[in-house]
């Protein structure tokens, strides 16, 4: 063939004709047998409440719902039928036997039966759908072909099996060159868009980050410096409380916390009045409450936030004076 296009290229471009013109006009045979045209409208319609319930799933898209449902006077025709369509249908709407592993494998070459034959060729359209070069090598082509041709030739029979030899051999005109350096050019802007989509998605969650950071900071009743300053001791304390074992007066003071809005606790110097409040703080902080540290008694009004947990630990220390 007198072209710009490599083999493998040139295998693509086979292996798109095979499935997209000779293949579904094979799943037909089988559908049209299942499905008579003649009776078709009303095989549907008696079909109808089983057909919503797939939409509604999402298993029919609208466009394929529009073509098993015209408005009138149109009447729905099998010949508008894509293989995807085709194989709901049949799936949903027959007793016809599943495949072994399913519709959605390719199945053993040792399974023979119609419904295999439309899991080969939907396992191969989907595979030419996700080749984003437009290139097929000649070993997966071969296989591919074989497989395929097979299929449509027990669906079909012996006529199309002469149409799957024929378009293996055949020279590829200008219109079947151009599908293929159309698809590269779409490949292109798919990777490009797909690049692009992905670009877009990672500034949006920066973006959204920065946003919910500054939605926090624009509803935290603490500014922003206490915070910072509040943070660093909390991570101080963390660090000193993995010497300290809990204690039953620990214990006790988180207990009075969750019970009580206010608590005070009081002791001569050097018992632990310290150590006991650092432990209750961080317990109290992995269950969800926001820890502030404040040494003015008005502090406890300003930072009160209505919709946030909020533990405030006001530390005084008095000198014994006698």
């Given at each position: 063939m007198a072209s710009a296009l490599s083999q493998?290229?040139?295998?693509?471009?086979?292996m798109s004709l095979l499935l997209t013109g000779i293949s579904p006009r094979a799943a037909r045979v089988l559908f049209d047998h299942e499905f008579a045209p003649s009776?078709?409208?009303?095989?549907?319609?008696?079909?109808?409440?089983?057909?919503?319930?797939?939409?509604?799933?999402?298993?029919?898209?609208?466009?394929?719902?529009?073509?098993?449902?015209?408005?009138?006077p149109d009447v729905p025709d099998s010949k508008t039928f894509d293989v995807t369509l085709i194989m709901i249908l049949l799936r949903n709407l027959t007793k016809l036997t599943p495949p072994h592993g399913g519709y959605d494998r390719l199945?053993?070459?040792?399974?023979?039966?119609?419904?295999?034959?439309?899991?080969?060729?939907?396992?191969?359209?989907?595979?030419?759908?996700?080749?984003?070069?437009?290139?097929?090598?000649?070993?997966?082509?071969?296989t591919a072909w074989d497989n395929v041709t097979e299929a449509i030739s027990r669906l079909g029979g012996q006529g199309m099996k002469q149409e799957c030899d024929d378009l293996k051999v055949k020279i590829l005109n200008q219109t079947n060159q151009e599908i293929i350096l159309h698809i590269k050019r779409s490949n292109d802007e798919i990777t490009e868009l797909k690049k692009?989509?992905?670009?877009?998605?990672?500034?949006?969650?920066?973006?959204?980050?920065?946003?919910?950071?500054?939605?926090?900071?624009?509803?935290?009743?603490?500014?922003?410096?206490?915070?910072?300053?509040?943070?660093?001791?909390?991570?101080?304390?963390?660090?000193?409380?993995?010497?300290?074992?809990?204690?039953?007066?620990?214990?006790?003071?988180?207990?009075?916390?969750?019970?009580?809005?206010?608590?005070?606790?009081?002791?001569?110097?050097?018992?632990?009045?310290?150590?006991?409040?650092?432990?209750?703080?961080?317990?109290?902080g992995k269950e969800g409450y926001d820890i502030l540290l404040v040494t003015d008694p008005r502090d406890i009004v300003k930072f009160y936030n209505p919709t946030q947990k909020t533990c405030l630990l006001l530390m005084i220390y008095v000198e014994n004076i006698l």
């Open positions: 493998e290229e040139e295998n693509y471009v086979r009776c078709l409208d009303a095989s549907l319609k008696k079909e109808y409440n089983k057909l919503r319930e797939l939409q509604k799933k999402r298993i029919i898209n609208q466009s394929q719902w529009n073509l098993l449902f015209p408005r009138f199945p053993s070459s040792n399974e023979t039966t119609p419904t295999s034959d439309l899991a080969r060729i939907k396992y191969y359209r989907n595979f030419l759908a996700h080749l984003d070069e437009g290139k097929v090598d000649n070993i997966t082509f071969t692009s989509v992905e670009s877009l998605k990672k500034a949006n969650e920066d973006v959204t980050v920065e946003v919910n950071k500054l939605k926090l900071s624009h509803e935290d009743t603490v500014p922003w410096n206490i915070r910072e300053q509040n943070s660093e001791i909390l991570v101080e304390w963390k660090d000193k409380d993995k010497m300290f074992i809990t204690t039953r007066g620990a214990r006790h003071v988180l207990k009075c916390i969750k019970e009580n809005s206010c608590v005070t606790i009081i002791a001569s110097s050097g018992v632990g009045k310290t150590a006991t409040l650092r432990q209750v703080a961080l317990q109290m």
